[in-house]
């Protein structure tokens, strides 16, 4: 009788310490609106507003980050980028001026761009994707460890269909 009540003892300390691991993963994928400088997006709770040297929005979490960058028509008039300028034509440009190479690659209404850095001796996964508001344009990054690409890429592409500018 002694045994049965310890594996019965066992199995509800089990269940509890299953279900308290459950709604930890639960609350760490809240959702969360986010509105900053013109921004609006969609992310987890666990991100939290931050200040990043010439970005218009950042955020951050444990294992990821979302880095915006506003140019306003103004601006991107020397580049031949105006009112009538597509979400590609931005892309090309910024892909040009990075004197990058990538694939432009399109889900839905959402065109983004990928690739993979270090930076100090760690390789980051890059999921980049642009915006356009009636008096500017957007790039918006997302990033996390390139260890996580399979996690986080589902997510970085539902955070950025969530974007509103």
Do not use: C, H
């Not at 279900?19 to 991100?47: A, M």
């Amino acid at each position: 009788m002694k045994k049965i009540l310890y594996v019965i003892g066992a199995l509800i300390v089990a269940f509890l310490l299953a279900f308290t691991i459950t709604l930890d993963f639960i609350n760490v994928s809240k959702k969360e609106t986010f509105r900053e400088n013109g921004l609006e997006i969609t992310l987890t709770s666990d991100f939290k507003v931050s200040e990043l040297m010439n970005a218009t929005a950042y955020f951050e979490s444990n294992n990821a980050i979302v880095v915006a960058r506003k140019e306003s028509l103004e601006d991107l008039k020397e580049l031949d980028i105006d009112k009538n300028s597509s979400l590609e034509d931005y892309a090309k440009v910024i892909l040009k001026a990075n004197d990058s190479d990538y694939e432009l690659q399109k889900n839905g209404n959402l065109l983004y761009y990928e690739y993979e850095s270090t930076v100090e001796d760690n390789l980051f996964y890059y999921f980049v994707t642009v915006a356009k508001s009636d008096d500017s344009f957007w790039v918006i990054n997302f990033a996390s460890p390139k260890s996580e690409k399979s996690m986080y890429k589902p997510e970085f592409i539902k955070w950025a269909k969530s974007i509103k500018v």
